[in-house]
């Protein structure tokens, strides 16, 4: 299957910023939605941002204004920019595609963000 694969992920202290990174083995997403998820420990995965083919963005509510997620058009990357950021934006943090017309999901690795002072 295609994979997936996250970097960008560390320690970094509340306020600072992060981009974390999600490049697809193949370039078949061009008109599939993408996305970012994170899981907390002790908590539920959760969605943070998506974007779809045509750019349109979606954001959780806890990570508007301080977060923006892009996708390259004619590529296999999408990035996710991190500002601002808070020790709840601690997590996992989960790249996630769907293809429609084969309806199956494209899950990343993960990659640990870790927000301290």
């Known amino acids: 299957q295609v994979q997936l694969v996250e970097s960008g992920g560390g320690l970094v202290q509340p306020g600072g910023s992060l981009r974390l990174s999600c490049t697809a083995s193949?370039?078949?997403?061009?008109?599939?939605?993408m996305g970012w998820y994170r899981q907390a420990p002790g908590k539920q995965r959760e969605l943070v941002a998506d974007?779809?083919?045509?750019?349109?963005?979606n954001y959780a509510d806890s990570v508007k204004g301080r977060f923006t997620i892009s996708r390259v058009s004619a590529g296999n990357t999408v990035y996710l920019q991190m500002n601002s950021l808070k020790e709840e934006d601690t997590a996992v943090y989960y790249c996630?595609?769907?293809?429609?017309?084969?309806?199956?999901?494209?899950w990343g690795q993960g990659t640990q963000v870790t927000v301290s002072s």
């Open positions: 996630h595609a769907h293809r429609h017309y084969y309806n199956v999901d494209y």
């Open positions: 193949r370039n078949v997403f061009s008109t599939d939605p």
């Open positions: 974007i779809t083919s045509t750019g349109r963005t």
